[in-house]
C-alpha cells in the first residue's frame, strides 16, 4: 500500500508541467535624508540620484546573490533597502549609510549591520554636486560587496529570510522524485546558479496520516544538478541532508516520510529559504564543457 | 720813464672787497636754499657744496677784517676786489631772490619711522584732479617729486596714498610762491579700519557649494550694519570679508597676522573634534578662499547681523556681532541656529 501511494506521487510528479517559476523578485531601494543633501539637491536631481543608486545597488548584490530576481524598479516580494543618513557632530553631519529590508512587508531588524561611511564631518560633501555624490556612493557600496563578511551577513540576515517559491501554489513548491529520492524545486538550476555548498531551508507544515494535529517539520537541501531529462528538465534537483519532523529525531539524507508528508493531502504549508548560498559562476554545462561562461 | 715814475693805478677801496665778499656769500646761501628746497632731486649734496663755498666766503671776509696774513694788494687785484664785480653779484643775488621767492616744489621724501618699505602717492589739486603724476619713493629710491619754477598761486593739496592701501589721506599742504611741499611718509598715518571676516562654520560650512559646483538653489549672505544692507550673492565654501573698500580690505586681509589666525581656526577645529592632520586641509579652504566685499567704514562699537540664507528663503546660519575696537580684522564664525 504504501509503495503504490509513493508510486502515484512520484508519476503526479513526473507529469506535471515543467514550467520553472520565476526567481522571486527582491527590489532594492535608494533614499537620501542627510539634511545638508536634502536641502540642496531639488526632488528631481534626488528621485534621479536615488533611482540610479538603487540600480546599482541591484547591480551588485546580483552579482554575488543570483537565486532571486534582483530589481530596482518595481516593488517584490522583499526589499533591500539603503538610506543616507546624517549623524551631526562637528563641522558638519557625519554621512552614513544604512541598510533596511521588509520581507513581505513586514520590516526585518538589520541592527547589527554595518554602517558605511560615506562622508565624515571634516570631509568636504558634496552637497549641491550630485554627480560627485553618486561616484562617492557607488565607490562605497562596491567596496561594501567586495568584503565577504558583509555578503556573509546580508545572507544570513536578510537572504535567509526571503522565500524561494512563495508565488508558486502550495502543491508545486517543492517536487519529489522518489525513485531518484530527490527533492525538485521549481526554479530553474540556470537561473539559481547554486553550487552545491550551498544550502536550501525547507519548512513545512503537514498533517501526518492518523495524526489529530499539523506539525512543523524542517529539511535541509543541497542542490545537486539540473534534473536532465523527463518534463521537470532544467528545474533544480536537491538531495535531502537533513529530515526534521517531531517527534522524529533528525534523520539522514532521505526518509520515506518525505513524499507521504509532503503530498497535497498532507502539506499544510511550505516555504523553501535558501540558508547558505554559494555561487556558482559557471552554471551552463553540457557535463563536461562551460557552455555559458562568465 | 722809470717804473716808479709811472702814474700808480688807483686801487679800489677795501671795502669793495668785502662787500663783494658779502654778496657772495649771500649769493651762495640763496643758491643753497633754492637748489636744496626745489632742487634736491636734480642738484645732490647741495648743502656739502654750498655750504663749503658760504663757508670759504665768511672765511675770507673775517681774514680781511682781521688783516690776519692778508694781502690787500692782491685781494684788491682779484675779482672780488673789482667793482664790476659788484654789479655782477648785485645781479646774481637779485635773480636768486626771484627764484627762491618764485620757485615752488612738491616733494615725497622716505623715512625711516614709515610702515612700509614703498609708497606710491597721488597728489590731488584743489579741484580733485591729479596735480602731477603719481610720486612713488621707496627705502632705496627715497625722494619723488618736481618743482615748479615761477609758481605764483597758491594751491591747497591733497595726498592720497595709492600704495599701499590703508593709509590716511593727507590735507592742509598747500603750494605757494616759495614754498617746498616736503611730505615725509613717516608721517602718513594708517586708516582705523575695522574689517570682519565671517568664516561658515559648524553646520553652514558643508550647507555650502563648493567652488566649480553649480547649486540648485544658491545660497547668499546678508550683512545688516545701522541702515545699511549688504548682499554677497552665491555664496561658497568661503570666507567674507566686510567693513571697508575693496583695496583696504584687500591690504588688511593681506596683512593679517597669518599664524594668529591659524591659531584661532586650529582651536575651532579642535573644538569641533576635526583630527589634527586633517585641519591644515579645512584652514586652506577657508584661507584661501577670500572674498572680498566693498562696504562702507566700519566703525568700532557698530552692532552687525550676518545671516546666510538659501534660495527660497532659509537661514542656514548667522551670527549677530558688534565690530571689536581693536584695528584690523576681527574673525567671526557663522554657525547653524
Same mark, same amino acid.
Given at each position: 500500500m504504501r509503495r503504490r501511494v509513493l508510486l502515484i506521487l512520484a508519476v503526479c510528479a513526473v507529469a506535471r508541467p515543467a514550467a520553472a517559476a520565476d526567481l522571486p523578485k527582491v527590489s532594492t531601494a535608494f533614499r537620501v535624508q542627510a539634511a545638508d543633501f536634502v536641502a540642496n539637491l531639488s526632488p528631481a536631481t534626488r528621485a534621479e540620484l536615488e533611482t540610479a543608486m538603487a540600480a546599482e545597488l541591484a547591480a551588485r548584490v546580483r552579482q554575488h546573490f543570483a537565486f532571486v530576481d534582483w530589481t530596482a524598479s518595481t516593488p517584490g516580494a522583499a526589499e533591500l533597502r539603503l538610506t543616507m543618513v546624517g549623524e551631526p557632530r562637528g563641522l558638519a553631519a557625519r554621512i552614513l549609510l544604512e541598510f533596511g529590508a521588509t520581507v513581505g512587508g513586514q520590516p526585518l531588524s538589520l541592527a547589527a549591520f554595518p554602517r558605511p561611511l560615506v562622508y565624515e564631518h571634516w570631509d568636504s560633501q558634496p552637497t549641491n554636486d550630485a554627480p560627485a555624490l553618486q561616484a562617492r556612493l557607488t565607490e562605497v557600496v562596491r567596496a561594501l560587496f567586495d568584503l565577504d563578511d558583509f555578503r556573509l551577513r546580508l545572507q544570513k540576515e536578510f537572504l535567509r529570510a526571503v522565500p524561494l517559491t512563495e508565488h508558486v501554489p502550495l502543491e508545486e513548491r517543492l517536487m519529489v522524485l522518489t525513485a531518484d529520492r530527490r527533492l525538485v524545486l521549481p526554479l530553474s538550476w540556470d537561473a539559481l546558479r547554486a553550487r552545491s555548498e550551498s544550502v536550501l531551508l525547507v519548512r513545512f507544515l503537514a498533517l501526518p496520516p492518523s495524526a489529530a494535529e499539523e506539525k512543523d517539520g524542517e529539511i535541509l537541501l543541497r542542490p545537486e544538478a539540473p534534473v536532465r531529462s523527463g518534463s521537470l528538465r532544467g528545474l533544480s534537483r536537491c538531495a535531502v541532508d537533513r529530515f526534521t519532523f517531531p517527534p522524529l529525531d533528525p534523520v539522514g539524507s532521505w526518509d520515506d516520510r518525505v513524499a507521504q508528508l509532503l503530498s497535497p493531502a498532507a502539506l499544510r504549508g511550505l516555504r523553501v529559504f535558501m540558508d547558505e548560498y554559494v555561487r556558482d559562476v559557471n552554471p551552463a554545462t553540457d557535463g563536461t564543457v562551460v557552455t555559458r561562461p562568465e | 720813464m722809470s717804473k716808479a715814475d709811472e702814474p700808480k693805478q688807483a686801487e679800489p677801496p677795501p671795502y669793495v672787497y668785502r662787500l663783494n665778499l658779502v654778496l657772495f656769500v649771500a649769493l651762495m646761501v640763496l643758491l643753497t636754499l633754492w637748489f636744496e628746497r626745489h632742487l634736491r632731486l636734480y642738484v645732490t649734496e647741495m648743502r656739502l657744496v654750498g655750504g663749503t663755498i658760504t663757508l670759504w666766503g665768511l672765511w675770507k671776509l673775517v681774514q680781511s677784517w682781521w688783516q690776519w696774513g692778508f694781502d690787500t694788494k692782491a685781494a684788491a687785484k682779484g675779482v672780488l676786489g673789482r667793482t664790476a664785480t659788484t654789479e655782477r653779484l648785485v645781479f646774481a643775488v637779485g635773480l636768486a631772490a626771484v627764484l627762491l621767492g618764485t620757485t615752488a616744489s612738491i616733494y615725497l621724501v622716505y623715512d625711516e619711522a614709515s610702515e612700509d618699505a614703498?609708497?606710491?602717492? &597721488? @597728489? $590731488?589739486?584743489?579741484?580733485?584732479? !591729479?596735480?602731477?603724476?603719481?610720486? +612713488?619713493?621707496? +627705502? @632705496?629710491?627715497?625722494? =619723488?617729486?618736481? !618743482?615748479? $619754477? *615761477?609758481? *605764483?598761486?597758491? &594751491?591747497?593739496?591733497?595726498? %592720497? @596714498?595709492? %600704495? !599701499? =592701501?590703508?593709509?590716511?589721506?593727507?590735507?592742509? %599742504?598747500? $603750494?605757494? !610762491?616759495? =614754498? =617746498? @611741499?616736503?611730505l615725509k611718509t613717516g608721517r602718513l598715518k594708517l586708516k582705523e579700519l575695522h574689517a570682519v571676516c565671517m568664516v561658515p562654520g559648524k553646520g553652514v560650512f558643508a550647507r555650502l557649494p563648493r567652488r566649480g559646483d553649480r547649486p540648485e538653489r544658491p545660497y547668499e549672505m546678508l550683512v545688516t550694519r545701522k541702515d545699511e544692507r549688504y548682499a554677497v550673492p552665491d555664496l561658497r565654501q568661503e570666507t567674507v570679508c566686510v567693513g571697508a573698500g575693496r583695496a583696504d580690505l584687500e591690504w588688511l586681509v593681506q596683512r593679517q597676522d597669518r599664524e594668529a589666525l591659524h591659531g584661532q581656526l586650529e582651536a575651532y577645529l579642535a573644538r569641533l573634534e576635526v583630527p589634527p592632520e586633517r585641519r591644515p586641509d579645512q584652514i586652506r579652504a577657508w584661507d584661501g578662499d577670500r572674498r572680498i566685499t566693498a562696504t562702507s567704514e566700519f566703525q568700532a562699537g557698530d552692532p552687525l547681523a550676518v545671516s546666510v540664507v538659501q534660495q527660497g528663503g532659509e537661514v542656514v546660519g548667522g551670527a549677530t556681532l558688534t565690530v571689536g575696537t581693536a584695528r584690523g580684522v576681527q574673525t567671526v564664525f557663522l554657525e547653524a541656529p
Open positions: - | 614703498a609708497f606710491t602717492v &597721488d @597728489v $590731488l589739486g584743489p579741484r580733485g584732479h !591729479p596735480y602731477l603724476a603719481p610720486l +612713488s619713493v621707496k +627705502s @632705496v629710491g627715497r625722494t =619723488s617729486g618736481r !618743482p615748479f $619754477l *615761477l609758481h *605764483l598761486r597758491r &594751491d591747497c593739496l591733497r595726498f %592720497e @596714498v595709492r %600704495e !599701499p =592701501s590703508g593709509y590716511q589721506a593727507v590735507t592742509g %599742504e598747500c $603750494l605757494g !610762491p616759495g =614754498s =617746498s @611741499v616736503q
